[in-house]
């Protein structure tokens, strides 16, 4: 089985669906375009894209573009109007980037909860504090 490349999935796209080359290749192109915009503006810690799985931020590359950007902001000396746009710009990545490392960090707790096994009941309680105690059998 041959994987199919870009320029001859196109056609057999606008076959398939009944409509112009130019008109299907203009959706494709806007459809990755926004893919990589959500990837790339770290709003989430992960996307889902039907069909070809789940993309997550890789938290060692995230946690060493995070030191990256405090280190440079921290070295931003100076009142400028060039250098104040620049220090809003990396202030308002790190506030992302922070955001996505406590999103992970939740996930990875929900995860941990999830995955431990049932006979520890009071575990569980540890996890999810809302859950009712098991009263003993009479």
């Known amino acids: 089985m041959r994987p199919l490349k870009f320029k001859e999935l196109l056609p057999e796209i606008a076959k398939r669906s009944g409509h112009d080359q130019q008109l299907v290749e203009n959706l494709l ?3 990755w375009q926004t893919v990589r915009t959500q990837l790339s503006t770290l709003k989430d810690s992960q996307i889902q894209i039907l069909n070809l799985g789940t993309f997550i931020v890789k938290p060692l590359s995230l946690t060493t573009k995070l030191q990256r950007r ?5 070295r931003m000396q100076g ?6 746009s620049i220090r809003n710009d990396v202030e308002n990545e790190i506030v992302m980037m922070e ?3 406590d999103m992970r960090t939740a996930e990875e707790e929900r995860r941990r909860c999830i995955r431990k096994p049932k006979k520890l ?3 569980y309680l540890e996890c999810d504090p809302h859950l009712e105690k098991k009263k003993p059998n009479l």
Do not use: D, L
Not at 70 to 74: G, I, K, P
Not at 79 to 84: G, H, L, T
């Open 70 to 74: 405090r280190s440079f902001f921290q």
């Open 29 to 31: 192109g806007f459809y």
């Open 121 to 123: 009941y009071e575990t």
């Open 99 to 101: 955001k996505i490392v």
């Open 79 to 84: 009142n400028s109007n060039a250098k104040q």
